[in-house]
Nanobody
Framework: QLQLVESGGGLVQPGGSLRLSCAAS????????IGWFRQAPGKEREGVSC????????NYADSVKGRFTISRDSAKNTVYLQMNSLKPEDTAVYYC???????????????WGQGTQVTVSS
């Protein structure tokens, strides 16, 4: 079965850190750009970050720039999102998304994970 599986979410205090993982099952990520999206209750889905196939190009939403870092490990067929200095407004379900040879968008993607909950609260 071809799928993306996220992990690493949880409850963390403001100022804390989490690392999300996105592992591919049944296919290799080597030809895919990977994006992270998030959606909080009552809010629209938001693009957080995207990484190119080589990992040499990344981009971030202004709301997370300087706090989040996206990376990939081809040997492990996994993409990561390191989240530091977390704020309550980062609370959301985080999804990883794959698109062949370009950054994905909610309307244009090849694979969409099931999501992992991140809650930032004291």
């Amino acid at each position: 079965q071809l799928q993306l599986v996220e992990s690493g979410g949880g409850l963390v205090q403001p100022g804390g850190s989490l690392r999300l993982s996105c592992a591919a099952s049944g296919f290799t990520l080597d030809s895919y750009y990977i994006g992270w999206f998030r959606q909080a209750p009552g809010k629209e889905r938001e693009g957080v970050s995207c990484i190119s196939i080589s990992g040499g190009s990344t981009n971030y939403a202004d709301s997370v720039k300087g706090r989040f870092t996206i990376s990939r490990d081809s040997a492990k067929n996994t993409v990561y999102l390191q989240m530091n200095s977390l704020k309550p407004e980062d609370t959301a379900v985080y999804y990883c998304v794959a698109k062949y040879w370009m950054c994905p968008s909610p309307g244009e993607y090849d694979y969409w994970g099931q999501g992992t909950q991140v809650t930032v609260s004291s």
